[in-house]
């Protein structure tokens, strides 16, 4: 593996399980084993790794969305694109966790972030045309604006929903079945326009996704697909 | 007015103008003409008066949204609620803008969060009882627990989506009017399950309230209730 694929690989490890404020990039180059002037020929700075970590996150993102161009959509492309969001948002929740702060810090990720946003809804709003073609929701024009953005803003904040509310505890760590569970969230704001075999199945759906639970899984964050993070 | 409620007052007003991270207790003390040792006489810390003004949006919040007791709910106790929340939201935005960082800062903030939304979540719950009874909803009871978590999301991180998603322009200051336009988003949420004259005036209110009316108002946290800041 690159020595450059190592250093996004290993620094989205650290930035999930301590957070990206306690994690620098002398820690980073001491996990890997590698000087910090080795570090610092790839990447100048943490904003640098933060960036490119970004930029794997919104490509896995997007192409989670894509919409096929050669058939009707089905019922399990729709399930599909909910856990591949959710997969994404586990594998890069650091993003999310403190997202008003990295902005903050960053320029150019104000704008990129902005420039995914309006991507993502773009998208999402391909899927939900494909989805009324096959006849799997019923939904108006307006309707369908507000409940993108709907859609949006619960992901976008389900994993601090999960640690502020105390929805589910008090000093909930975030793990992969309490964001996973926000997959129940999304089908909440779906269920009034589902249609056909969407609607027939949304009761065993939702009985599926309220629950949390009990695992232990193994650090997904090693899961993370390379392709992704080479540009 | 007392010094205290000078205090927590020009605090409030400071912290929703410059943020709260930029503004010390030797901000606050200047900016009263008071010294800082008269300040601390009454907080002993700026996160004293953190805990303090949450207090007082807490307070204002929960009796936003009681429920009449003597009489079924109208329409216009629905919309009184919206409208109630949302202005809230905006006396007191400086909290929702940077939430985690704060809940992060104070271990008896995170307590009473959590206390809060509980809090808020079972007077939602009334409240849709109340609308039932009403005949303003028709709605079962997973679905409604689904569009308690939902609004509650929607409500609290719509400070931030009007600020980093893009959606109302590059590099947005927070305005009044983008607060308010949340009202849009929950009755998008809640749309699907009303019934009679909630269901009547729809689209007349998807009208009303999707658009951004251009206001310059004067600053709003001039106008908060004294009632609420004293304890």
């Known amino acids: 593996m690159k020595t450059k694929d190592r250093i996004l690989i290993k620094s989205l490890g650290l930035f999930n399980a301590d957070g990206e404020r306690n994690v620098t990039t002398n820690h980073i180059a001491a996990a ?4 910090p002037g080795n570090l610092y020929y790839h990447f100048r700075s943490k904003e640098d790794i933060i960036f490119a ?8 993102m997007l192409d989670s969305l894509s919409v096929p161009q050669d058939r009707v959509m089905t019922y399990d492309d729709k399930m599909g694109y909910l856990e591949a969001i959710f997969n994404q948002l586990w594998e890069y929740r650091f993003l999310h966790r403190d997202l008003g702060h990295l902005l903050e810090e960053s320029q150019r990720l104000r704008v990129a972030y902005r420039e995914f946003a309006k991507k993502v809804m773009a998208q999402a709003y391909q899927v939900y045309s494909g989805l009324r073609e096959a006849d799997l929701v019923v939904i108006g024009e307006q309707e369908v604006r507000g409940l993108i953005v709907n859609i949006w803003i619960v992901t976008t904040s389900w994993a601090s929903f999960v640690t502020s509310s105390g929805f589910f505890g008090d000093e909930v760590a975030l793990s992969r079945s309490h964001l996973r569970r926000g997959i129940f969230q999304i089908i909440c704001l779906e269920a009034p326009y589902l249609k056909g075999e969407a609607r027939d199945r949304l009761s065993e759906l939702m009985r599926r996704y309220e629950g949390i639970e009990n695992e232990s899984q193994p650090n997904a964050s090693q899961s993370v697909e390379l392709g992704v993070l080479t540009d």
């Open 32 to 35: 890997l084993n590698i000087s």
């Open 53 to 60: 970590l970004f930029q794997a996150y919104q490509s896995s």
